[in-house]
């Protein structure tokens, strides 16, 4: 099973980014989809999740209106999008999959993991 995350790189304050995931090695449909990050410093925080149909997902609170998570079944890949990117969002970028409806906020649970995407966000 791999997991290949793409799509960071180097931002101004207020623009968007979106961040990819394909999933290769696992029935792709049968996971639920999850995006953590890990900034400096600091400990892997969880983003959001999205179900295993794309129909649901939930947010971190503080990232609801700004990130917003998405998948194509039919291309095994799961999308970040974030929007007016602050500098706090500066860090390293993590997809995960759960074998389950919805995945939770904690990291453990996850069985698979992507290797990261760095994104940094410049004044």
């Known amino acids: 099973v791999q997991l290949q995350a793409s799509g960071g790189g180097l931002v101004q304050v207020g623009g968007s980014l979106r961040l990819s995931c394909v999933a290769s090695?696992?029935?792709?449909?049968?996971?639920?989809m999850a995006w953590f990050r890990q900034a400096p410093g600091k400990e892997r925080v969880y983003i959001g999740a999205?179900?295993?149909?794309?129909?649901?997902?939930n947010y971190e609170d503080s990232l609801k209106g700004r990130f917003a998570i998405s998948r194509d079944n039919a291309k095994n890949t799961a999308y970040l999008q974030m929007n007016s990117l602050e500098l706090e969002d500066t860090g390293v970028y993590y997809c995960?999959?759960?074998?389950?409806?919805?995945?939770?906020?904690?990291?453990?649970?996850?069985?698979?993991w992507g290797q990261g995407t760095l994104v940094t966000v410049s004044s």
């Open positions: 995960a999959a759960e074998n389950r409806i919805l995945g939770s906020r904690y990291g453990p649970e996850y069985t698979y």
């Open positions: 090695g696992l029935r792709f449909e049968r996971y639920s």
């Open positions: 999205i179900t295993r149909s794309g129909g649901g997902a």
